[in-house]
């Protein structure tokens, strides 16, 4: 019993709880949104995912492939909260995001003055 403990504790410290860094910034469907509110967009942060209305905490990240990763989040917002797998893929400068029951493409935005 000891030892199934361990494994589970080794196990709970092996598995990684932050995204990639590749992944992380503020993403639009429309560039010109950037900076704005925008009810469509995210940000993604090492530990968190954060939608107009929703805001989530990494639980766990894999990588299936090198542009590619899978986070199981616990989400809060509009008075509830539950937890889901996303998944992210890069491709050609734009981030496929499927969260919050949807698939969209997304541009990433360019860093904010004084950033």
């Known amino acids: 019993m000891i030892m199934l403990l361990f494994l589970a504790a080794q196990f709970e410290r092996a598995t990684p709880t932050t995204l990639p860094p590749k992944f992380v910034g503020a993403w639009a469907e429309n560039l010109a949104l950037c900076g704005k509110e925008d009810t469509r967009g995210v940000v993604i942060e090492p530990a968190a995912i954060s939608f107009y209305e929703a805001r989530g905490a990494v639980r766990a990240v894999s990588a299936p492939a090198a542009r590619m990763v ?35 493409i997304l541009r990433r935005c360019p860093p904010a003055n004084g950033s």
């Open 70 to 104: 899978s986070a199981v989040v616990d989400y809060a917002g509009e008075g509830r909260s539950w937890t889901e797998t996303n998944l992210m893929q890069l491709t050609d400068g734009t981030l496929t995001l499927t969260a919050l029951g949807e698939t969209t």
